[in-house]
Each structure stands twice: as structure tokens, then as C-alpha cells.
């Protein structure tokens, strides 16, 4: 990803005191526990954008349809969604695709840091349900920018909208 703004508002989303939390699973400090937390904004908005790019028309209408649903969510927030992968039970579509994208994700951040991989799914566990969150957050923010019809069912291509919600798109 060209852009950090995604990988930032996951950390802010996270707190200081999850963070802390996944370094002490990482058995790492606070520095340790953000890359590896930004290793994992990044891994899942670029398997996002992966699966988009390289989807059957089938598959990216399935992930046209999730940053969709996930622009109308009933609540916001991560105390809406509960704690490790059981909170994501609610989160609809986008909450389905990432936990289907969660076990590659721990593997490639594992071998990107060198940290076991169970402890990286653990880690994990902590920050999906704030990356559901942050893209939640940003794709309502791109469906009601105070312009009728602009948002994730609006015009561009499906890389172009995952750009706008992810980072490295127009905004």
C-alpha cells in the first residue's frame, strides 16, 4: 500500500492498552507490537485488494457487496464488536472475509517478522475485529462524504473504491 493512513487508524483504533496486551503475546515492547500490527493492516487490505483484482466477476461482487454492507452498519465502533474472533459473529460480509483471510494473514506476518505463528493468530484475534472497525468507519465516511451517490456502490472500479477506504486511493 502506497499509504499509511489505514495502518495509523488501526493503531489509533487499537489503544494503548490492546497494544500492550499483544505485546505481552508477542512477548515483545509497544514498538514490536505496532509493526507487527501494521504488518497486519497491511497483509489484510492488500488481500483485500488482492482478492478484488484477481476475483472472478463472482468474487468481486462478493467484496463490492461487503464494503458495501459495511458502509450501513447498524452500530460503529469496536465495543460493538466484542473481543477476538467471536466478536466478528456480527460484523456481516466483511466480518466473513476477514476471518476467512486471518489464518494467511498470521502465516505471512509470521514469516514477514519471524515470530511464531501461534502467537501472531493470538495478536490477531485482538486486532480483526479493529480492522473490521477502521474499514467499517472508512467506507461509511466514503458512502456519505455530503455527495449523493458517492460511495462503495458508486461508479469506479472495485479497486478504485478499496483504494478510498484502504488508503492510496483519492479521498
Known sequence: MNDDSFQKDVLNELGDDKLAEIA????TDAAGAQSVVASTADAFAGGLTEKA?????E?????RAALTEAADPPLQGVATL????????????MAGM??????????????KTGLPEASVTRAI?????VV??????????????GAAGAGPGAGGGLGDLLGQVLGGGKK
Open 24 to 27: 505481552g503475546l508477542l512477548g
Open 53 to 57: 483484482e484477481n476475483a472472478s466477476p
Open 59 to 63: 468474487e468481486a461482487e462478493e467484496v
Open 82 to 93: 466484542g473481543g477476538g474472533l467471536g466478536g466478528l459473529l456480527g460484523g456481516g460480509m
Open 98 to 111: 476477514l476471518g476467512k483471510m486471518a489464518k494467511p494473514v498470521a502465516s505471512a506476518v509470521a514469516k
Open 125 to 129: 484475534e485482538i486486532a480483526l475485529p
Open 132 to 145: 473490521l472497525a477502521v474499514v467499517t468507519k472508512r467506507a461509511t465516511e466514503k458512502r456519505n462524504p
